[in-house]
């Protein structure tokens, strides 16, 4: 596996300065699967995709060459661009996530203590507690008021927006913390967002310093403190998406995991030629919790929205959409763990993904045994193989660490359970699950280039 840098022309390197800057410009306008969702639809909608409920509440037939897209809930869309073919010669499909692990506000979060204002949280996905503290972090979300009104919330991404933060202790008291396993340094319990500290001026009241946040949250937002209980909230690092390095050939962001697998989809899907075959790109929510959830892709939505594009087509054999899935091939994208030489242990060198050596195949996750794997086929394999070989794309295949080292999951079995022919496939990411993830350039354009391939070609 050569560094892929070294195979770029000048009409290349431009090609990736300008798919970084789109990408970071992403990141950094998405860093919740709601903001995510929103920005996709955008985009779509611009290159003249419409709602896949336009086409049922009107009974319009769908055709070759249709762009239709489904919101589910506004935190997972699934697209398609309709080929030539009956849909139950399968479909092409690319699949990410877009949540990422960050703290969640609980449904009563705010309060005071010892003259400081708190919000209580709930982490989501695998994070090391530790390295949520003592950072600037922002606050994202939404409030539903009772009568459905919809408040969109960001603080702290604003050049002149207050950030917020988690503290922690200083060394010099820090004797016994820092005799505590990693894992209990800092406990769940004590990742609560610091507010504030300015009491309201009010003669004869109680906890001043948390009635002076209801009060700013009122004129801001016109919310009360029992609006919490219908929020979705969640606490993510403050900041943009800034380029790593000295030579500018990395990124580093929140939320890669796995965002940048999401971004190369959406290009890619939206760069790729129409073919015989049904194109579709699907972004779900949820899989960092185990893909559960109406928004997860454990939901039907996806397989309800291919039963009701093939009764608009005319396709309405009972078993059309189960027929549509088993001749369908698919790219779960997702990231891998890139080698890290400062902790080598961990991985196997000769079965582990690097950083700049492009597109990563995982045949399978799991653990313990291949505990929870998709553990894709050889012939799929094969062929995937030769696309990517004849596309000139940058390509490696790892595992996810040693054996018995860990390991982890992603939504390729779930499809793989509807009988579809899938792999993982995605990009070598450092800091993975950190709240600053860093990846490769050159890998995020050889992902680009062979998610257009195998569209175009499997």
């Known amino acids: ?3 892929a840098w070294k195979k770029y022309n000048k009409e290349d390197e431009e090609k990736i300065s300008s ?15 709601r903001e995510c969702c929103e920005e996709i639809i955008n985009k779509v909608e611009s290159k003249g995709f419409k709602n896949l409920e336009d086409f049922i509440s009107n009974n319009t037939p769908i055709k070759e060459g249709d762009k239709i897209y489904v919101n589910n809930m506004n935190k997972a869309v699934a697209l398609f661009v309709i080929g030539s073919d009956s849909l139950t010669n399968g479909l092409n499909i690319l699949g990410a996530h877009i949540d990422s692990p960050r703290l969640d506000l609980k449904a009563t979060p705010l309060y005071e203590e010892s003259e400081f204002a708190y919000f209580d949280t709930h982490y989501y996905g695998g994070i090391k507690k530790y390295q949520w503290v003592a950072l600037p972090l922002a606050l994202h979300g939404v409030i ?4 459905g009104e919809k408040i969109n919330v960001k603080i702290g991404e604003d050049i002149n927006d207050p950030v917020l933060g988690i503290t922690d202790l200083l060394p010099h008291l820090a004797n016994e913390q820092m005799k505590k396993e990693a894992s209990k340094v800092i406990e769940g319990e004590d990742l609560d967002v610091l507010i504030g500290s300015r009491p309201l001026v009010i003669k004869d009241k109680e906890d ?19 609006d919490f209980l219908s929020a979705e909230l969640e606490v993510v690092p403050a900041g943009n998406a800034k380029d790593f390095g000295l030579d500018r050939s990395m990124i580093m962001a929140y939320g890669q995991d796995d965002r940048i697998c999401a971004f190369t989809s959406l290009e890619a899907f939206l760069d790729s030629k129409v073919t015989n075959k049904t194109l579709s790109c699907i972004l779900v929510d949820k899989e960092e919790i185990g893909s559960v959830g109406a928004t997860g892709m454990c939901s039907s939505f996806y ?68 505990s929870g794997s998709n553990d894709a086929n050889a012939e799929y394999l094969g062929e995937l193989r030769k696309i990517m ?14 054996i018995d080292a860990g390991g982890g999951g992603t939504i390729a079995y779930i499809l793989a359970n509807e009988n579809v022919s899938v792999v993982d496939c995605g990009v070598a990411i450092l800091n993975m699950h950190a709240p600053w993830e860093i990846s490769s350039k050159a890998d995020i354009y050889e992902v680009y280039k062979g998610y257009v391939a195998f569209l175009e070609k499997a």
């Open 1 to 3: 596996m050569e560094n």
């Open 19 to 33: 798919l970084a800057t789109t990408y970071k410009n992403f990141l950094d306008l998405g860093k919740t699967e």
């Open 144 to 147: 539903i008021k009772k009568d």
């Open 208 to 226: 001043l310093v948390k009635e002076n946040i209801l009060k700013i949250l009122k004129d801001k937002y016109d919310i009360s403190e029992e």
């Open 303 to 370: 397989k309800n929205a291919i039963t009701e594009i093939c009764i608009l087509m005319g396709e309405v054999l009972p078993n059309a959409t189960s027929r549509a899935l088993k001749n369908s091939k698919m790219l779960s994208s997702d990231v891998n763990a890139a080698f890290d030489p400062l902790y080598a242990s961990a991985s196997d060198k000769r079965s582990a993904s690097y950083l700049n050596k492009g597109l990563v195949f995982c045949k399978y996750t799991g653990s313990h045994g291949k």
């Open 389 to 402: 070989d004849d596309a000139n794309v940058s390509f490696q295949v790892s595992e996810l660490g040693k």
